[in-house]
């Protein structure tokens, strides 16, 4: 059964870090792309991050770009989104998905791209 899980979600003040991770089963992440995306209240979900675990090419959403890093453990089968110097605007359900690229890793990088999601971990930052 494929399933992506995510955890490491939780509650931090401005200015914190928190660690997401993202574990696949029933099928390994080689010659994948695995993305990060996020959905706000009352907003749409959006991509924060992608990796291709062909490559090691990674994109960024300009909103996270020096602050978060998108990686991989290949031993244990699980991406990484190492969240640094979070605001409250990072308040958010975030979600990895993983799909077999057909496109560079930042044209990947959109919802409608992934057909294998988790179920989401809550990410908010209090101010």
């Known amino acids: 059964q494929v399933q992506l899980v995510e955890s490491g979600g939780g509650l931090v003040h401005t200015g914190g870090s928190l660690r997401l991770s993202c574990a696949a089963s029933?099928?390994?992440?080689?010659?994948?792309?695995v993305g990060w995306f996020r959905q706000a209240p009352g907003k749409e979900r959006e991509e924060v991050s992608c990796?291709?675990?062909?490559?090691?090419?990674?994109y960024y959403a300009d909103s996270v770009k020096g602050r978060f890093t998108i990686s991989r453990d290949n031993a244990k089968n699980t991406v990484y989104l190492q969240m640094n110097s979070l605001k409250p605007e990072d308040t958010a359900v975030y979600y990895c998905?993983?799909?077999?690229?057909?496109?560079?890793?930042?044209?990947?990088?959109?919802?409608?791209?992934?057909?294998?999601w988790g179920q989401g971990t809550q990410v908010t930052v209090s101010s």
């Open positions: 998905a993983a799909e077999r690229p057909t496109f560079a890793v930042q044209a990947m990088c959109l919802e409608f791209n992934f057909s294998s």
């Open positions: 029933g099928f390994s992440l080689d010659y994948h792309a």
């Open positions: 990796l291709s675990t062909t490559d090691g090419s990674t």
